[in-house]
Every structure is written in C-alpha cells, then in structure tokens.
C-alpha cells in the first residue's frame, strides 16, 4: 500500500498522529498513518536504502526503513524489511509488511510513522509531501 493512500491516524490514548504532536517534553516529528498489521508498505520516493534500523533500543522486535534521495532521509518506522541496505527502490517498490503496535502499546491505533530529514538533519513536516502524492 502507498502511504498517499493511508490516512492520517487521529487521536488516541497515547497521542495525535500530526507532525509537531506533543510526546510529553517532545514534539512528534513525523506524521502516522493508518495502516493495518501485515499490510505491505510501499517505500514513499524513488532513492536508495540506506539504513534499516531499530526505533527501540530495549525492543529489537521493532524495526525502520531509512530510503535517502535528493539529500532527504524518508524513515518509514513499524515495519518488518523486505529491503536491504544499498538496494535502489522506485515510488512504488514494496519495503516492508507493517507491524503490529499493539503488543507494545496496548489500545493504540496500528499505524507506521513517516519522518523526513533534510540534509542538515532538521525534521520537516511530512503531510504536504503525502497530500502532494494524493493530487
């Protein structure tokens, strides 16, 4: 499924899914996107693999996929890789099956989390880069 198609997760007991989202003494530096457990995901941009990380580090079970282009790092978090490191992928190439957030968060609404860096390492808002996609 391609994020443009997912919609943005709403408010639940453990918070909104909008970019800049209070987390506490943080902001939510990503938008979530409704998505069911054991949906296929497709990446958001055409660019290369170039990290598949652990959003966690007390929880291994978790993963991301990091795909760079044009100087941005798009992070698709909640997924289980069906990528690796190095692997070019296009708009459309599948990336990964979501996972399932409730065995961690229990009552939470299943969803993955897109977050965007540029190439200075600042977070921006991911929606107009979704919404631009649904056009």
Do not use: W
């Amino acid at each position: 499924m391609h994020l443009h198609e997912m919609s943005e997760r709403k408010c639940d007991g453990h918070g909104c899914g909008h970019f800049g989202a209070s987390r506490g003494t943080r902001k939510h530096q990503g938008i979530d996107l409704n998505c069911k457990p054991m949906t296929t995901v497709c990446s958001p941009v055409a660019g290369t693999v170039t990290k598949i990380g652990y959003p966690y580090g007390d929880d291994l079970s978790y993963r991301y996929v990091e795909i760079s282009s044009q100087g941005y790092a798009f992070r698709v978090f909640y997924v289980d890789p069906m990528v690796t490191r190095g692997q070019q992928v296009s708009k459309s190439t599948p990336i990964g099956k979501a996972q399932d957030l409730g065995t961690r968060y229990s009552g939470i609404t299943n969803h993955v989390h897109l977050e965007i860096k540029n190439a200075a390492g600042e977070f921006i808002d991911p929606t107009p880069v979704v919404l631009a996609q649904r056009a």
